[in-house]
């Protein structure tokens, strides 16, 4: 039978304001590193989108020129503008491709780089509440024992989210 008496309830206490100070100090500025490494890699999609934005009005002046030759003549227009159609096409697959390639390779960063802060985050909060909680309750538990509870109480955390993001 667990007996409550004021020390457990100390200890109770201690453990929730450790576990708010960890969240306070620890699991916040990571979560805003990765907001911003994510406005970053937003930033560069953006330009991307932007370069090929220009490269479509570089093709527009391209036909502008295009339509001048074809007074002068017709016959090296016709070649010209099947020149550049393909041209055309195969730049504007070629940035497709770029671009899509781009976006790829930023939400894979984006996903490596969240993951990567979730598991460091995860590490730092069970080392500091085994430090914590290994000095409260040293005489009480063993270290396995100490163990369980904090990956438990971990587990408990992780159940729907931590913080904003999705586990």
């Known amino acids: 039978m667990i007996d409550i008496n004021a020390t457990l309830i100390a200890q109770i206490l201690n ?3 450790l576990a708010g100070i960890l969240r306070a100090f620890a699991y916040k500025p990571v979560v805003r590193m990765l907001k911003a490494r ?11 989108d ?5 490269a479509d009005k570089l093709l527009a002046e ?8 074809n007074v002068k003549a017709e016959n090296i227009v016709l070649m010209a503008e099947k ?12 940035v497709k491709r770029e671009i899509e390639q781009m976006r790829k390779a930023a939400k894979a ?3 490596r780089e969240r993951e990567h ?12 509440s085994m430090a914590a909680a290994g000095k409260i309750v040293a005489k ?28």
């Open 15 to 17: 453990f929730l304001i």
């Open 38 to 48: 994510q406005d970053r890699i937003q930033e560069s999609l953006d330009k991307a």
């Open 50 to 54: 932007a370069d090929a934005e220009e």
């Open 62 to 69: 391209y036909k502008a020129k295009l339509a001048e030759a």
């Open 83 to 94: 020149r550049a159609s393909e041209e055309r096409e195969a730049k504007r697959a070629e």
């Open 109 to 111: 960063e984006i996903e």
């Open 117 to 128: 802060a979730v598991q460091q985050l995860r590490a730092e909060m069970i080392t500091l």
């Open 140 to 167: 009480n538990m063993d270290k396995s024992e100490n163990e369980a509870l904090i990956t438990d109480f971990v587990k408990e955390l992780d159940k729907d989210k931590i913080g904003d993001l999705p586990c």
